[in-house]
Structure formats: structure tokens, C-alpha cells
């Protein structure tokens, strides 16, 4: 026996009546079942009270239970015997676990997803190489995230660690990275140039999977995470339509809820205390290292905040009935359930029985509903000017398609739709305004600002003069429905931004308390451009640090933006583009990021806007739809969340502006 394979493995020397005489014991690996990926620092986030057992094939070797709620810590003997497994059964679930003696390089992808999975946040595959990047000129390949579960891995990391949340493994993210295993240990890793263990093992040992855990030193197990439910029908599906029942969680870490330092994500809920009986809303349990056959119940916090209504099992009990919530026994699960009154309280996963231990949370805030009052303009572009579209037989008409209350309020459905999850209903009233004005190219609105010598000896603009016409005040949002809007140049003979590039636009109410308003063309019809220019009306992105930070991926390069999404892009994300404040209006199968020149030339890589990271294009609402997704948590590093909180300080205003 060399001596490299006795680190590996060792020979008991004990008395002959002990029970390890002269064996060969295992080396052992530490593992984790938290409620949350990362270390545990000073919250309880271990799954205490778990039954184990440790077996060498089918020979029974440990048997305990998990520890306290500090970390729910198993130290798991690993087999020396190469053909013998190692299971783990915990949980209802059993665990191969392979113990390697090192990782690989940080400067690989599969480095990255190894040391992201010790640490909890990483549940999926591992990529089929180790290929290292050279830092100083290939960095952007490291940004290439090879699916959708590595780029969630990293942004659940950034959220949990004060990190600006962009998806990008880059030297903050990757040192921060290696201060927490430093925490918990050295960790061994492959020389330069040299394969790590597992690269030289992968084709005895298989893949990285639910099931099979490859383990250096220790690892930290996640079981289950929530998510939205977008199929009411169909616990599997990924992507669906906006529905004010089945709101996105803000699933942006861990560690940050709402008043409370348990970790958990927060889901939405809207309270409208004039139906008798609420809505169900549901959401979607993934069973990410847990076995479908392990039994999971569902409880809520809070009886008098949170009806579980589906799962729901009612069982006889010496004639007692006994109401369940015991989850499906398959990898994804819908849970439906109804608010009482509006609060606060968790959906908690539990183990094993109603009442067994908490392996999951899942924050809750129902949301009273408000109303806020919109007054609808549809004028009449009168323009001694006309512009015909690419592609159309003839002019922009004079007037949008949208113009009588029907057709306004049909618009409105959806957008409801979007905000009514936080609280939030608008509600148009009965007359439109559709006054003439003589501009200068027919149906449209220039927006480019000029200086007028003549009349009022003042900078004025057709959106200035929109904005002051037959307004609504009292509270009530003016939004102005047009054919087009556009930039001229300053002496009218050309375009600054041309016809269907702007599809909406629209000031803060706090900000701009005497001329906030919407506009929107008809061409960017769809709910999700409304609901996000009337975000910006109820103040979002509210950046305190640079006004010119306006939407979650975009900084402004101009002090006063007249054209919204113009700019730089900071990031480029899944979870950034699920959010409404999203600055375009779709999803382009392509990166958007904007990388700084790398080297002494002045250009940028050529990563900028290659076809690549193709999830990236479907985040849920179907291919190349943007989310409506506003942020709860309040992150350090991320000036643009705490969404929900804003629009409703905004709304609570404009109300208290319409009087009772």
C-alpha cells in the first residue's frame, strides 16, 4: 500500500475484540442538509432531527441523525473499496456519494460548477471537460454559462453575498467563491496543467446528478426550491402567459426575506377585500436533491393568513376528520392555496409527516389592493407631415386603433394582471380625451426637445404640450395612446430614432409630480410595455445613487434620457430579464452584455451580441417574451430592487391625491 492511497484509507490497529480490527475504514466527507445553499454563518439553517443511515453496498455502516439546526451535519464514512458504493439514505432519499480527491481549476467552467455545488447552489450537470481559460485574455469565455442552472447558481451566490447579481464569474464573484470554502477548509485543487481526480475518473464514476453526489470534502444538499407555476394543469411546464394567480417569487438567493433573516424566496400575493372568497394562487415546488418518492408535506405558518388548498388529503381519525397537504410523489408539484387576509407568513416544506421537520420556506405577502385612477387620451395627429411605415401600403393614420373605452380597457386586463399580485388595479375611467393637434408628421409625437422664439419664448416639445392638455389631475395617471413616436432632428429633416423603436415612455410621479405620464404606441401592444412604463410612473427604477440607472440592465449615457433603454448594458441575465423594468420590449436570442476592451485595443470582444446562452431567450413567458417580475428582497449591490415596496408607496400617494 502506497502512502498516497493510505490518505485515501487506513488500517484500524485496535485490540482483537474491537469491531474495526485490522479493517480497512473509509475516509470520511461531510454533508450538509440545510433549508438554503451556503454556509450557515449566525441564521439556523440545518435540518435537524433526519434519521440516517450510511451503507457499503448493502452493509448497513452509520446510522444517526442529522444535528442540530446550526448546519444538519452528517459525517459520512466513503468505502476505500473502488467497486463498492457508498449510499447515503436520508430523507427518503438515497445519495451515492463519491468522494474526489481534488477540483478542478477555477478557471474552468467545471471548477466553477463544482465549487458553486459544495456550497449548495449548484444542482445540475457538469460539463464534459475541464478546459482552463486564460484569465488575461479569454476572460469573457468564462462568462459563458453553459446553461441555465449554472447562471442560477451564481446569481443566488451574488444575491447571498453582496455581489452586483449579473451571472458573471468574474474575480469578485470567484474569489468570494473560494473565502467561503476557505471557511470550511482547505480544498484541494489540480496542479496547473494537470487533470483533476474526477477528470481522470469520470468514465468509472458517471455524472454529477440529483441522485449522485461528488463530494471533496464536504457538500452542502438543498433539497427542494420554489418557482413559478405558469400551467395551472401541468406541474412540469416551464413557461406560460402573465397571470395575477401565479406571481414570480423573487427567488434572487436566499438569505434576505422580508423582516425576517430566514432564508427563504418571496412570493407576491394580492388581497382584494371586496370578493368574499380570494382567488387560489399557485406556485410550483422542484424537487432539486430529493427523490420524487420522498414524502413532503406542505404547511402554511399562519392558519388564519394561508389556506392550503391543493395538495389537500382529509383522513378519518377515530372519527376525526384530519386534513394533510402530502405533496405528489413526482419531481415537480403545483401548490395552490388561498390568502384570508393580508400579511405575512411561510409556506414550509416539511418531511416525512404533517408536523415533521421544515426542510424549505417559502415567504408570503398578501398585498391589500388599491385602485389607481387612469385617464386615457387618444388626440387626433393632424401633421402637415406624413411617414410611411417599412412594409405598409399606405401613411401613419392620424389617430391610434385604440380609441374608444372598450378598447383601452381591454388593454388593461392584463396589465392588471401583472401588478394586482402587489396590491395594486387600475382602473380607466369613462370619458377619453381625443382632441386635434396639428403637429408636425401626422400620428406621431416627437419627443426631441427645440427651442421656440415665437409664442411662449421657451423650450417646448409634442409630448410637453401633450402632457399639459386636458390633463387629469387628482391622482389619476394620464396615459396617451399615439400610432408612433419619434425623435427628429432638431431641423425636422430627418430621424433620430425612426418609427417602431419607441414603444413607450414615461416620468416618475414622484419626481415629476405636475407632468408625469404614459405614452404608448400602438405597435408595442402588449400588456408587458404598458405595466412597464406605468412602472415607471409609480417611480421604478428608483436608483438614488445615478439617476441615469432607469432600468434593471441599462444605465443611460445622457443625464436626461428622452428615449428610454438607450445606453449601456450592465447585465444580461435569466433573472434580469424576467424583471418588468427589462428595458426592451422582447427578448433577442443574443447577448445584449457590453464587455469593456480587453488588451490594449480599444475594442470590445467579440462576445458582444453573439447568438449564445440560447435559454436566455424563453424565461418563462414563453420564447423571446419579456417577464413581469418586481423585485421584494433588498440587496446591498443592486440599486434597482425593492420594486414592490416602491410602486406601492407611489400608489398609496396617487391615491391619497384622488381623496376619498
Known amino acids: 500500500m502506497s502512502f498516497a492511497n493510505a490518505r485515501n484509507f487506513f488500517v484500524a490497529r485496535l485490540n482483537n475484540e474491537a469491531p474495526n480490527h485490522n479493517q480497512l475504514v473509509g475516509r470520511t466527507v461531510q454533508v450538509f442538509l440545510q433549508t438554503v445553499p ?55 432519499t438515497r445519495y451515492e456519494i463519491v468522494r474526489l480527491q481534488n477540483l478542478a481549476r477555477n478557471n474552468t467552467i467545471r471548477g466553477m460548477q463544482q465549487r458553486l455545488t459544495l456550497l449548495g447552489y449548484y444542482y445540475g450537470p457538469l ?140 412570493l407576491p400575493v ?75 407568513c411561510f409556506l414550509e416544506v416539511r418531511f416525512g409527516a404533517q408536523d415533521g421537520p421544515i426542510i424549505h420556506r417559502l415567504q408570503v405577502v398578501i398585498n391589500r389592493l388599491r385602485t389607481i385612477q387612469v385617464k386615457a387620451h387618444a388626440p387626433i395627429i393632424n401633421g402637415s407631415h406624413t411617414v410611411t411605415l417599412a412594409g405598409a401600403p399606405a401613411p401613419v393614420e392620424a389617430q391610434t386603433q385604440f380609441k374608444t373605452r372598450d378598447q383601452i380597457v381591454a388593454r388593461f386586463v392584463d396589465v392588471n394582471k401583472v401588478y394586482f399580485p402587489h396590491g395594486i388595479k387600475f382602473n380607466v375611467m369613462n370619458a377619453v380625451d381625443t382632441d386635434v393637434h396639428n403637429f408636425y408628421v401626422r400620428g406621431c409625437v416627437d419627443v426631441t426637445w427645440r427651442w421656440n422664439p415665437a409664442g411662449a419664448g421657451a423650450w417646448e416639445s409634442e409630448d410637453n404640450t401633450l402632457d399639459n392638455h386636458n390633463r387629469e389631475g387628482n391622482g389619476a395617471i394620464n396615459v396617451v395612446f399615439v400610432r408612433q413616436i419619434i425623435e427628429l432632428t432638431q431641423d425636422r429633416t430627418g430621424f433620430t430614432t425612426g418609427t417602431n423603436q419607441i414603444g413607450g415612455m414615461a416620468s416618475s410621479a414622484r419626481t415629476n409630480p405636475n ?68 428595458a426592451y420590449t422582447g427578448l433577442p436570442n443574443r447577448s445584449l452584455r457590453e464587455f469593456p476592451a480587453i488588451g490594449v485595443a480599444n475594442t470590445a470582444p467579440a462576445y458582444n451580441y453573439e447568438n449564445i446562452m440560447a435559454y436566455r431567450a424563453n424565461v418563462g413567458y414563453t420564447n423571446g417574451k419579456v417577464g413581469v417580475m418586481l423585485t421584494v428582497k433588498n440587496f446591498t449591490k443592486d440599486r434597482t430592487d425593492r420594486e414592490m415596496q416602491d410602486v406601492q408607496k407611489t400608489a398609496d400617494r396617487l391615491i391619497a391625491l384622488a381623496g376619498p
Open 270 to 344: 394580492g388581497f382584494d377585500p371586496d370578493l368574499p372568497t380570494q382567488a387560489e394562487t399557485r406556485v410550483r415546488l422542484q424537487r432539486i436533491n430529493s427523490a420524487d418518492e420522498a414524502d413532503l408535506y406542505v404547511t402554511s405558518s399562519s392558519a388564519q393568513t394561508v389556506e392550503i388548498t391543493s395538495p389537500r388529503q382529509q383522513e378519518d381519525h377515530d372519527g376525526t376528520a384530519v386534513v394533510k397537504n402530502k405533496l405528489p410523489a413526482t419531481n415537480n408539484a403545483i401548490i395552490k392555496f388561498r390568502a384570508l387576509k393580508a400579511g405575512r
Open 515 to 582: 407632468t408625469f405620464t404614459v405614452y404608448l404606441a400602438d405597435w408595442a401592444g402588449e400588456a408587458q410595455t404598458i405595466a412597464h412604463e406605468l412602472g415607471h410612473v409609480l417611480h421604478l427604477v428608483n436608483d438614488p445613487g445615478a439617476v441615469q440607472f432607469v432600468h434593471v440592465n441599462a444605465r443611460d449615457r445622457r443625464n436626461n434620457p428622452q428615449v428610454p433603454g438607450t445606453g449601456v448594458n450592465i447585465r444580461d441575465d435569466i433573472v434580469s430579464r424576467r424583471r418588468l423594468m427589462w
Open 127 to 266: 460539463v464534459a471537460d475541464e478546459t482552463e481559460i486564460n484569465l488575461q485574455t479569454h476572460q469573457k469565455d468564462l462568462y459563458v454559462n453553459p446553461n441555465k442552472e449554472t447562471e442560477q447558481a451564481i446569481l443566488d451566490f451574488q444575491a447571498d453575498h453582496d455581489l452586483f447579481p449579473d451571472a458573471m464569474y468574474g474575480p469578485k464573484t470567484s474569489k468570494a467563491v473560494e473565502d467561503q470554502l476557505r471557511k470550511i477548509g482547505s480544498v484541494g485543487v489540480a496542479s496547473p496543467g494537470k487533470t483533476s481526480d474526477y477528470e481522470r475518473r469520470k468514465g468509472a464514476i458517471g455524472g454529477h446528478t440529483k441522485l449522485k453526489k461528488l463530494v471533496h470534502k464536504s457538500l452542502r444538499i438543498v433539497p427542494v426550491r420554489f418557482a413559478r407555476a405558469p400551467d395551472a394543469n401541468n406541474a412540469d411546464a416551464d413557461d406560460g402567459p402573465i397571470d395575477a394567480h401565479a406571481p414570480d417569487p423573487d427567488d434572487r438567493g436566499f438569505k434576505k426575506c422580508i423582516q425576517t433573516s430566514y432564508g427563504a424566496a418571496v
Open 38 to 92: 451556503g454556509l450557515p454563518g449566525t441564521a439556523n439553517v440545518g435540518i435537524e432531527k433526519l434519521d440516517y443511515k450510511v451503507f457499503w453496498g448493502d452493509e448497513e455502516k452509520q446510522s444517526g441523525k442529522t444535528s442540530n439546526r446550526k448546519d444538519g451535519k452528517i459525517n459520512v464514512m466513503v468505502s476505500p473499496q473502488a467497486g463498492t458504493q457508498t449510499i447515503l439514505e436520508v430523507m427518503g
